[in-house]
T-cell receptor
Framework: QKEVEQNSGPLSVPEGAIASLNCTYS??????FFWYRQYSGKSPELIMS????GDKEDGRFTAQLNKASQYVSLLIRDSQPSDSATYLC??????????FGTGTRLQVFP | DTAVSQTPKYLVTQMGNDKSIKCEQN?????MYWYKQDSKKFLKIMFS???????INETVPNRFSPKSPDKAHLNLHINSLELGDSAVYFC????????????FGPGTRLTVL
């Protein structure tokens, strides 16, 4: 079992819709959870971090964490074509080692 | 005013050669990392340094040797390059071991022919 799993996609949503990206992780002692956005040919860019159960909102982005289910998600409201990218879920345990999923490619079409 | 910079951006070389990639951060961070992203976009940590001290050394062939002359720099030297080393190598930094938010450099695309 992979340590951090994501559906590779592509996830296609129309402009203005809500995009829902999901991630599961295997290590129960994981403490910190991150979403990175990576445009093609560019470096990963941190867009959200979440540390406790529940929802965390930042603009059009909402991260949701459920430690009991070992599940973290990212919702993007009012999706724009500029949101088209690969979204990487990353998990930190009690070491400094950040474990990444393989990413979900999101396509937002006009 | 680039936060994390890497050179070179592209590196094309023959099998068996030795090459280096340089990384510098001007964020004042204590911790720096090397990540490798393969053709399937899987991003995996290779090394981390905290205040010039090696903290994480994943199961990376010993042909890869990181060097941190000071806490703002972390270089990666690769000996006897192999085809499988072709990937994008990202340098990253964070404030410290207790601050997991990581900031990535632009990446170095290494192609081994």
């Amino acid at each position: 079992q992979k340590e951090v799993e994501q559906n590779s996609g592509p996830l296609s949503v129309p402009e203005g819709a809500i995009a829902s990206l999901n991630c599961t992780y295997s290590d129960r002692v994981s403490q910190s959870f991150f979403w990175y956005r990576q445009y093609s040919g560019k470096s990963p860019e941190l867009i959200m971090s979440i540390y406790s159960n529940g929802d965390k909102e930042d603009g059009r982005f909402t991260a949701q964490l459920n430690k009991a289910s070992q599940y973290v998600s990212l919702l993007i409201r009012d999706s724009q074509p500029s949101d088209s990218a690969t979204y990487l879920c990353a998990v930190n345990g009690n070491t400094d080692k950040l474990i990444f999923g393989t990413g979900t490619r999101l396509q937002v079409f006009p | 005013d680039t936060a994390v910079s890497q050179t070179p951006k592209y590196l094309v070389t023959q099998m068996g050669n030795d090459k280096s990639i340089k990384c510098e951060q001007n964020l004042g961070h204590d911790t720096m990392y090397w990540y490798k992203q393969d053709s399937k976009k899987f991003l995996k940590i290779m090394f981390s340094y905290n205040n010039k001290e090696l903290i994480i050394n994943e199961t990376v062939p010993n042909r890869f040797s990181p060097k941190s002359p000071d806490k703002a720099h972390l270089n990666l030297h690769i000996n006897s390059l192999e085809l499988g080393d072709s990937a994008v190598y990202f340098c990253a930094s964070s404030q410290g071991l207790a601050f997991p938010d990581k900031f990535f450099g632009p990446g170095t695309r290494l192609t081994v022919l």
